[in-house]
């Protein structure tokens, strides 16, 4: 982890805050800020895990009955690199500010960026999406269509159930909650302000601008437009004429979003394997690692509309699986027979090898049919591997989930009395 830095005083940063009626400090503990933040979940779900347990050019006070907390964080994001047991981590420097909200549900709005809209337009994971088609004027329509491509709104809960068919029924409830905030009005009144992110949670929201300490004078225009959208939001959830109710556009509900999501992985990962196979026996591993990203690209297209919409019909009284239930259960199938894949294409390299050493040179020389067939030797291993994905699958859906053992042990309460 990187030194942390020592702060040097800003006497326009102090003169700004004075104009304001705000105090500043140069450094401050992490326990001066609201205690809502005290907790790690606090900063975990807004991705900027405090590096210290200091922020430096602490603005705070009071602005018009309204608690302001203005400060730089450094912060850090602990990712595991795939194939790799250890950690790494991803600094972050921002000037945030934190205000208090405890009228808004938890969210999360931020800019799209190139791979948030790659991976998005793949993988059909766009969070809470909204019909622009059901807005019937045309300025506000065209608002929201822009604030689609421009921001992604979820939430921790959201992007845990599209991503892992998590919470499906808690998320749609708090899907319900955040559609009620942003109507085509505030849509429409949040576009005006200069590309932003925003987070609330706990009842603090959370809101900062790119990336990198802002210079005084940003800090100032910062903290104008936070409390400008921390006002619209809340005039959205507290007015007694609250706007109409934009719906999610065909095939954009959240667990829609998660059967796209499985079944993009799900091909992906196939159509990726396969490619990797092809290119690897015809040109090398070069060619195999490109054909395996331009089988993922396809598949994940592919999977997308062409995912399994597996059904699970009861047996012998027992409650049926959830379809959340049933998407994790295809995502172990899959995974399952991935690995059952390339553990039968490993071992179906073994008599390819054992029936190469036959010919070796001063042995027997092959002809006619027989060299025909050895040709075809490389299908071996590929049938193998064929083998291995059919019951790795298999054996991957026999994966007891507590969701699933939990119903038939109900279930099962209840036959009983």
Known sequence: MAQPEVPVASEEMASLADEMGLLYEVSSALDALPPETQKIQFWISVGMLPNTQTV?????????????????????????????????????????????????PDLCLKPNSFTSWLF??????????????????????????????????????????????????????????????????VIQRLLGFQRFSLAVTRGMMIVWRGTGYKEPQERAALLEDALAIREILIDAVTTSNPGKIIPAWQGGGIEEQAWQLAGARQYGLTAAGLGFLAGLLSGGLGLGLILAAIGNFLGMRLGRFRGPRMTVKPQNNAIPESRSTVAVRLGFAWVAGFMGFWIGLALGFVPVFLILSWFRPGGFQPVGLVETLITALPLIPLLFGLVGLFYGFKLGKRVPLYETDNQYHHASQKESG
């Open 120 to 185: 998005s337009s793949m993988s059909g994971s766009v969070g809470v999406s909204f019909d622009a088609n059901a807005v019937a004027d045309d300025q506000l329509a065209k608002a929201v269509k822009d604030f689609s491509k421009f921001y992604m709104l979820k939430s921790p809960i959201i992007e845990g159930a599209i991503e892992h068919s998590l919470s499906v029924s808690e998320a749609s409830s708090q899907e319900a909650a955040i559609r009620a905030v942003f109507t085509a009005p």
């Open 56 to 104: 430096n050019h602490h603005v705070h006070g009071t602005l018009g009955a309204v608690s302001v907390n203005l400060f730089d964080l450094a912060a850090h994001d602990t990712v595991t690199l795939p194939g790799e047991a250890r950690q790494t981590e991803l600094t972050k420097k921002r000037s945030i500010i934190v205000l208090p909200s405890p009228e808004l």
